[in-house]
């Protein structure tokens, strides 16, 4: 599924900076989206949103043996799936689809128990966007800590202690935690090193699936500077790929070989490009026939999506 953003409404109490952190921890994924099947002849769908045409729901519903229904943070992900279309359709609109799609997964029993905890979702984020946001106060990881108390107490007011921790235990221990990192980080009283000691036994706390997650980007960062110093020293494509493979697998290997593949040949068309602009801005003419045969160049080589990347590469 490809990643959807919230929309601003949806977006509120827990201040904007938290939640993109607890954002970024999870890591949204980002694969190619996959077709929605066509409804079986006489079913009759509600309208998918324009948004999320060609998509298929993140998230899931799931009930128990005995129809119950399992509360876990896979249902809120799908809760918002729908509801990042607010804005470009009513409520009434996605609460239809949810309930058809809640329907669809569930048995009666489950099925009203999950609209029940859709409608109290949806009140509490209503809420959350009409709850006046405190007046700024202190250092800003101060700020972020409020912002988060007045959510939770909020939040208290739509549901159990118990259902809490079941729907939103992980985002509210990655926000406590992001929290925790940024006290640290801010306080004045810590010199450089005292700063890293604590934030490493901040860090050796956490579950190890989440410092995995942390530990992932600077893994690619770490083989590409692998690779980038194999090649300074003469080495050839194969010898990155060998040292690749063994950091990785074969396939993985295979296709980081491919994105370099794909970045040379980018990185070709853009230095033919910016030879063939050189030579029509400094031929004869006036600048609207400049103009022109820039834009028929830009056409020839680029497709409308690679032409917006061009900017960076024109100064």
């Given at each position: 599924m490809r990643p959807r953003q919230l929309p601003p409404m949806w977006v509120a109490g827990v201040v904007g900076a938290t939640a993109l952190v607890v954002i970024g921890l999870q890591g949204l994924p980002a694969t190619t989206p996959a077709a929605i099947a066509p409804a079986p002849a006489g079913e009759v769908r509600p309208p998918v949103a324009t948004s999320?045409?060609?998509?298929?729901?993140?998230?899931?519903?799931?009930?128990?043996?005995?129809?119950?229904?399992?509360?876990?943070?896979a249902l809120i992900r799908l809760y918002d799936y729908y509801l990042t279309t607010v804005g470009e359709r009513p409520l009434s609109a996605i609460q239809a689809q949810v309930e058809h799609d809640l329907d669809g997964r569930l048995a009666p029993h489950a099925a009203r128990q999950a609209k029940d905890l859709y409608a109290r979702y949806v009140q509490f984020k209503t809420a959350l966007k009409e709850q006046r946001p405190a007046k700024p106060v202190g250092r800003s990881v101060d700020i972020l800590r409020e912002g988060l108390r007045r959510m939770l107490a909020l939040r208290a007011s739509y549901f159990s202690e118990a259902e809490a921790q079941a729907l939103f235990g992980?985002?509210?221990?990655?926000?406590?935690?992001?929290?925790?990192?940024?006290?640290?980080?801010?306080?004045?009283?810590?010199?450089?090193?005292?700063?890293?000691?604590?934030?490493?036994?901040?860090?050796?706390?956490?579950?190890?699936?989440?410092?995995?997650?942390?530990?992932?980007?600077?893994?690619?960062?770490?083989?590409?500077?692998?690779?980038?110093q194999i090649r300074a020293q003469g080495g050839s494509e194969d010898d990155?790929?060998?040292?690749?493979?063994?950091?990785?697998?074969?396939?993985?290997?295979?296709?980081?070989?491919?994105?370099?593949?794909?970045?040379?040949?980018?990185?070709?068309?853009?230095?033919?490009?910016?030879?063939?602009?050189d030579a029509?801005?400094?031929?004869?003419?006036?600048?609207?026939?400049?103009?022109?045969a820039q834009s028929d160049l830009r056409n020839r080589l680029f497709t409308p999506e690679e032409q917006r990347r061009l900017a960076a590469y024109e100064g």
């Open positions: 999320l045409a060609g998509t298929t729901p993140d998230g899931a519903a799931t009930a128990t043996a005995d129809d119950a229904l399992v509360l876990d943070p992980p985002q509210d221990a990655e926000a406590a935690a992001a929290l925790a990192r940024m006290a640290i980080e801010q306080d004045p009283a810590l010199d450089a090193q005292q700063r890293r000691d604590r934030l490493a036994a901040l860090d050796a706390r956490l579950p190890a699936s989440v410092r995995a997650e942390r530990e992932a980007p600077l893994a690619v960062v770490r083989l590409e500077e692998a690779a980038r990155v790929y060998r040292m690749r493979a063994a950091a990785t697998s074969p396939e993985a290997a295979n296709r980081l070989a491919d994105v370099d593949r794909e970045e040379a040949a980018w990185k070709a068309r853009i230095a033919t490009y910016l030879v063939q602009r029509l801005l400094s031929a004869p003419g006036g600048d609207a026939a400049r103009q022109a």
